[in-house]
Nanobody
Framework: QVQLVESGGGLVQPGGSLRLSCAAS????????MSWYRQAPGKERELVAR????????NSADSVKGRFTISRDNAKNTVYLQMNSLKSEDTAVYYC?????????????WGQGTQVTVSS
């Protein structure tokens, strides 16, 4: 049974920092590309950042470039999202996603989400 468990969310003031973690189990973590998505109230879920299985390449949304950094530790089956210079518009539920595309098929798993609230 695949489980993705996010942690590290909370309430932070504008300009502050948070580090989200997503611990994976039940899958071969090092084969999966990992992503962070977020969904604000009344908005669609959007991609925040992605890191490939080896950790050798990342990409991120323009809205978070220079502020958020995604990383992973394959030995710990964990992906991280370091969020700096947080803004009120970063307020959302943040979700971890694991995805493997292989031989024309795709496997995708989601965590339950962690709330990030940026407010003074």
């Amino acid at each position: 049974q695949v489980q993705l468990v996010e942690s590290g969310g909370g309430l932070v003031q504008p300009g502050g920092s948070l580090r989200l973690s997503c611990a994976a189990s039940g899958l071969t973590f090092s084969r999966y590309d990992m992503s962070w998505y977020r969904q604000a109230p009344g908005k669609e879920r959007e991609l925040v950042a992605r890191i490939i299985s080896t950790g050798g390449s990342t990409n991120s949304a323009d809205s978070v470039k220079g502020r958020f950094t995604i990383s992973r530790d394959n030995a710990k089956n964990t992906v991280y999202l370091q969020m700096n210079s947080l803004k009120s518009e970063d307020t959302a539920v943040y979700y971890c996603n694991a995805r493997l595309d292989l031989w024309g098929t795709s496997r995708s798993y989601w965590g339950q989400g962690t709330q990030v609230t940026v407010s003074s």
